[in-house]
């Protein structure tokens, strides 16, 4: 944490900045940026929230270190993605409202790696008062500094998502910055400025390209969850120099304000006012922010959540968990098409609730409807309506009959899928989502990270669904095996040793596992990472699950508790008794056996003197004797 409390020279209006960015490159970088022009003046750079709290309290109040006055903060420069390392600390977004409910006057322009419009509708939610990317030019940068500083709110939003035709308000703002080229522009000089200036804007651009590209490979190869500890932490530096190197690249070929190289092209703010008779003169003018609308930065949010689900359905999809699963029976091409429809029926689920104006309370009365209607249709779309088999001579619809199994799979499988409420009310309203006890808004990483594990969990737990009633009801007709099923499984006897392992798994998850996981507050998704299929553990609150138990899940957990309560003080006596034998050993029995080796030795050593001695008193007779 670095403080700055000197002050600025009377005769210049300083804006003064607090930078709150956990990356030290880039904080101490941004602070010799600003440190260059006279009318900025760092108060603060700080690495994490509380940090930043506690500096922000310091110069927002009267202090006889700042000259016998309050020492006004005029903006807070903050990393959007701030704690995303460390879900302990205290997260960009989560500080930016803290920030704005605290000090509500001091502007926030938060600074981060994106510029989609889901993101920076999640950044207006915590009330800053501007957003742009990490890698703006200097210039561009404190261009924005200054004009957030004094009032105004700029966001930097994608090309694509701009209307195709300029605004007014574009054009007026293309048009105020046009107005200040100076004149020599037109000389030979200024056209040889203008040259170099877009040769170095080129190379810069290429260069960030080439950058984002392999830092994007490295994150990507950073979320296998089996690498090893050496790959993860050359990969971890590989991510370390490149955020540097780009770093340097955006200031060794940064690029002046010019139209040809315009920075804050894509920032939409309105006209600067033109005079007007004092009656008709506005008080204060505002800037106008270009904003999708709700349903736009909701549908935004759903499309980042569902895509990366998408992605990861092109990796493998064995099942590398210890959990036999219905589907694992179905051939790896067979499944990948069975969660691609099942992704379609949930947008296509929730694009209906947002039709109905369904309202979030009324989420949690519908879930267990909304399940049957999405296990419903994702049936009749994978075996298509009126597929029909041949069993016993008798033809046989095999939807009509699946659907009979409603009950059971309700009662089995989708009345135990755990969060799709707070997964559905997410994605259609924008309620925060809780994750390990932090909430966080739509858009956040660590809020998208979440969504898309219980999406995957949702899309799973459906496909067993599908599959269930079909392996009870059909799991031996041979065109459903030819269709469906895995070459290694299509034989009766692999078959039935496959619903084996079904039953068992129900009654140990019943009786054992999932009574141990209520007790443990957690709860075990399956999810798609790295190579395959994995069973991860969440936390959350199950405090009235666990009061609800009873019978043997009930007898579980007071094994559980029993174990926990005795196995320390087990431990400790047999530690004990460990020690005590290894000291008797030792100190006792290692050293009489000591003793007696030491006497068998000594007895030895005795008996060959006096053997010796005998003969040579034999000799010595013997030679007498002669």
């Known amino acids: 944490m670095s403080v700055d409390s000197s002050p600025s020279p009377g005769s210049i209006e300083t804006i003064d900045i607090v930078i709150v960015d956990d990356d030290p490159v880039f904080r101490l970088g941004l602070r010799l940026l600003l440190e260059r022009f006279s009318d900025l003046r760092v108060l603060a750079d700080v690495g994490n929230g509380a940090e930043a709290l506690e500096a922000i309290a310091q110069f927002s109040t009267p202090s006889e270190t700042l000259i016998g006055a309050s020492n006004t903060i005029d ?56 957003y742009c990317p990490r890698t703006l030019d200097s210039e561009a940068m404190v261009s924005v500094i200054r004009r957030i500083a004094t009032g105004q709110s700029i966001w930097m939003i994608e090309k694509s998502a701009l209307p195709a035709a300029p605004s007014s308000t574009t054009l007026a703002t293309q048009r105020s910055e046009e107005t200040r080229l100076p004149s020599a522009q037109t000389g030979v000089r200024s056209h040889l400025v203008r040259q170099t200036r877009q040769w170095r804007r080129g190379m810069r651009l290429s260069g960030i390209r080439q950058i984002e590209a392999a830092l994007a490979e490295v994150t990507e190869q ?3 969850p089996d690498l090893s500890l050496m790959a993860q932490a050359i990969l971890a ?8 190197a780009r770093w340097m690249v955006n200031q060794l070929l940064r690029t002046s304000d010019t139209p040809n190289d315009q920075p804050l092209r894509s920032i939409q703010t309105r006209p600067e006012p033109q005079p007007q008779p004092e009656g008709d003169r506005p008080i204060e003018a505002s800037t106008v922010m270009v ?7 909701m549908t935004r949010g759903q499309s980042v959540v569902f ?35 099942i992704l379609r029926q949930i947008e296509r689920l929730l694009d209906e609730l947002r039709y109905s104006q369904v309202t979030a309370a009324q989420l949690t009365e519908k879930r267990s409807q909304l399940l049957v209607d999405l296990w419903r249709d994702v049936t009749t779309d994978f075996f298509g309506k009126y597929y029909t088999v041949a069993v016993d001579t008798q033809s046989i619809e095999v939807v009509d009959a699946l659907l009979r199994s409603r009950d059971l799979v309700q009662a089995e499988i989708l009345g135990k899928i755990p969060l799709t409420t707070e997964l559905f009310a997410h994605l259609l309203f924008q309620t925060p989502l809780d994750v390990d006890g932090v909430e966080y808004a739509i858009g ?22 599908v599959m269930q009633p079909l392996l009870n009801a059909f799991a031996h007709v041979e065109l459903i095996k030819q269709n469906l099923y895995d070459r290694r499984l299509m034989s009766s006897r692999e078959i039935e040793r496959f619903r084996n392992d079904l039953s068992w798994r129900y009654r140990l998850t019943h009786y054992f596992a999932e009574p141990q996981a209520i007790f443990e507050s957690r709860y075990l998704l399956f999810t798609i990472r790295g190579l395959g299929i994995r069973q991860v553990s969440i936390y959350a609150p199950r405090t009235q699950e666990l009061e609800q138990l009873g019978g043997i899940p009930y ?49 030895m050593g005795s008996a060959w003197q006096d053997n010796r001695f005998s003969r040579d008193d034999r000799f010595t007779r013997d030679s007498d004797s002669r």
């Open 75 to 130: 903006i807070v420069v903050l990393n959007a993605a701030l704690g995303r390392s460390d879900p302990a600390q205290i997260q960009g977004l989560t500080l930016g409202r803290t920030l704005k409910e605290q000090y509500p006057t001091i502007p926030v322009l938060l600074l981060g790696t994106s510029t989609e419009p889901v993101v920076i509708s999640a950044a207006r939610q915590v009330g800053a008062s501007g």
């Open 222 to 224: 950073l979320q296998n």
């Open 237 to 244: 530096g590989q991510q370390r120099e490149l955020r540097a």
């Open 291 to 297: 904003a999708d609308s709700p349903t736009q930065a």
């Open 307 to 341: 895509d990366g689900v998408l992605a990861k359905l092109q990796a493998p999809l064995q099942n590398l968990s210890a959990v036999t699963l219905e589907i694992d029976i179905l051939r790896e091409e067979r499944k990948r098409e069975l969660f691609y429809l």
């Open 444 to 465: 956040n990483p660590a809020a998208v990270e979440r969504a898309q594990t219980i999406l995957e969990n949702v899309m799973i737990q459906v496909g067993n669904a």
């Open 555 to 603: 007898v579980v957990t007071l094994a559980l508790e029993t174990r926990d309560a005795l196995a320390p003080r087990v431990r400790s006596v047999f530690s004990f008794i460990g020690s005590s034998v290894v000291y008797v050993l030792i100190e006792v029995v290692g050293r009489g056996i000591g003793l007696i080796g030491r006497g068998i030795l000594k007895g």
